[in-house]
């Protein structure tokens, strides 16, 4: 498994969810009262030739900070759940996507390195 987490900062809350819901298509998504999760599933066939489940949450911190956190996993195969990197594929890949989105809104992001 993967992760990688963000603040967001500026714009709107609701912006950044339909946004994010329009861009990725997801198989659920779920909202409430400042949050937000969508689960995405994607086919990794050359690496693993199997499926990832993509999990990107969002809750809100205050009006105009937003804490993101992009979760992949389910990418491994064999006896010894080798992931022959295709987590960190997907996760590079979640991550251009977000990052891009956040640019378009004006909206500015920060890594929260672990």
Known sequence: MR???YTVTGGQFSDLIDARTERFSPEES???D???VLLIEKYEFWRTNSN???TIILEEMTKTTWFLKIVVGG??????NWT???EQKVLRKM???IEELIDELDMKIKSNAR
């Open 3 to 5: 992760v990688v987490n």
């Open 30 to 32: 779920h909202t409430g």
């Open 34 to 36: 400042g949050f937000a």
């Open 52 to 54: 990832m489940q993509v």
């Open 75 to 80: 990418g491994a195969s064999g006896i010894f």
């Open 84 to 86: 022959y990197g295709s």
């Open 95 to 97: 991550t251009t996507g």
